[in-house]
């Protein structure tokens, strides 16, 4: 089988590829059919509560017997029952991001839950190696949503050389030429955020999908960079006016905070694609169809193994 | 020949590889080590007048006969003094930035001069293409200096499918690894700066190679975002200043421009490593050694050919 690395170990999958956290976008619909497809599906826990986060879970497992997961963003005032949840549910995988797992992981671990924090830099890739994390997604700052400060060519073999747990790359993987990219990297795998918001098992609002399908090269920018929040998306109404109260010396920031709570939601569920946050990665310019998420993948590493078995030509003497 | 591209071709070089036109820093002395070991060495024009250029033109020529180039800034009061000169001497190859270099093309063309225009999106690129430019170098944000939006992930690929000329990538290549990277990605060839910064022919203050030495992952920023202008520099006093002063409502920006000027001059002339502007990419974390120009070429394109024949363990079925 053709891609196996630790990733696909770990995981338990056919393709070391792993579906993003994507607060809001990342129910069981998609979850359960990046899973089918030989991936791990991720429901994002956000700041859902505990509840609806075990309802997603039984969903995804009346849909799918393979592996899936569970993302968990540690600042969300649930986070601790969602913790309880993962582990008396068992999910099998348990992503992390904005904050450390370091108190949950023994638990998780003694019940055979693989743990693979989100980090955007080698201080916090050592810790995480340290509690006990199973691998980490180093995600550069092409990624949509919340964000760091390296790219994913900088971060992804600096992390790689500082700790030897596995290393899975996100940000900037939209084909399989971003795959073939982070295996060179040194990574043994990869998440992947944008391209799924195509897929057609996606629940986003047709508004966003055809937001991101229209999104060129230079269609995403960094809301939030001066408030220490920064989050990738689409340039829009929302966008274009935060960014510009931002530069602003006599712009209410307090009135920008209001202009962004619920814009996430009213993104993805109300379909407003001009004061809804539409997060999304600077590969959106290279999504360019709607699809099933097991054909996405299928393409994807079908495409990666053609861009490294050309490798051969650039060696040939 | 191994890694024989478009770009070596065009550049008619051992290694797909240029040097970076970094201001103040690529004089005569490194763009001929590097282009005596295989590559392409850049004079960067800067700010700097016409004269000087021709004069370290000369220089070059004294220390190699390989073909070598010169970075044209084009919003430098004195660019279309040193297009002239580049045609008089006949260059063999111009890159360009800050800019469209179209008026100058079809005289350097007709003087046999291969045209490479540094861009950061692909609209940039389609109307270089459209020019009669030869080649691009995609340059990502991870990129020391003056730097546009897109990370190399995002930035080469789009590139790569939007105009037909070859492409080289700029921005988080500071190893094999990128290198075989940016291959993947549909890149022929690289541009490497911050690598070169702690070579032994690099001319700068001991102090401000020390600093890249030194530098962490997370040791650069970006200053000047907030005034269209930014540029990617290691986090010392003037970058934290500098960054400070832009988030505050109340700060003098006349003040702010007043300390950023001449202070890359003092970084590279006088190694003033607080207020000096310490220009290097996101790569720096990865620069440990100094080492002769032809060593670094040698090793990463060894290094690359390693990882790129490592490629065929993924494929194995």
Known sequence: ???????????????????????????????????????????????????????????????????????????????????????????????????????????????????????????????????????????????????????????????????????????????????????MLGAEGVQVGTRFLAAEECNIHPNYKQAVLDCKDIGTTVTGRTTGSPVRCIKNKLAREIVAMEKDVKADKEEMEKMLTGSLRAAVVDGDDKMGSLMAGQVAGMVHKIQPAAEIIKEMFAEAAQVLAGAQKLLAD
């Open 1 to 183: 089988m053709a891609f196996q690395t630790r990733i696909t170990e770990l995981l338990h999958t056919e393709y070391p590829i792993i579906q993003g956290g994507m607060a809001w976008v990342a129910d069981y619909h998609i979850a359960s059919a990046v899973s089918n497809a030989g991936g791990v599906g991720l429901i994002a826990a956000g700041s859902a509560p505990a509840d609806f986060v075990r309802e997603q879970i039984h969903k995804v497992r009346e849909l799918t017997d393979k592996p899936f997961g569970v993302n968990i963003m540690l600042m969300s005032p649930h986070a601790a029952d969602i913790a309880q949840v993962v582990l008396e549910e068992k999910v099998p995988v348990v992503t992390t991001g904005a904050g450390n797992p370091g108190k949950y992981i023994p638990d998780w671990k003694a019940a055979g839950i693989t743990v693979i924090p989100v980090i955007a830099s080698v201080s916090q890739a050592i810790r995480m190696e340290r509690v006990g994390a199973d691998a980490v997604v180093a995600e550069g700052c092409e990624a949509g949503g919340h964000i760091g400060e390296l790219t994913t060519m900088a971060l992804t073999p600096q992390i790689v050389d500082a700790v030897s747990i596995p290393v899975l790359t996100a940000g900037g993987v939209a084909d399989g030429r971003g795959i073939a990219a982070a295996f």
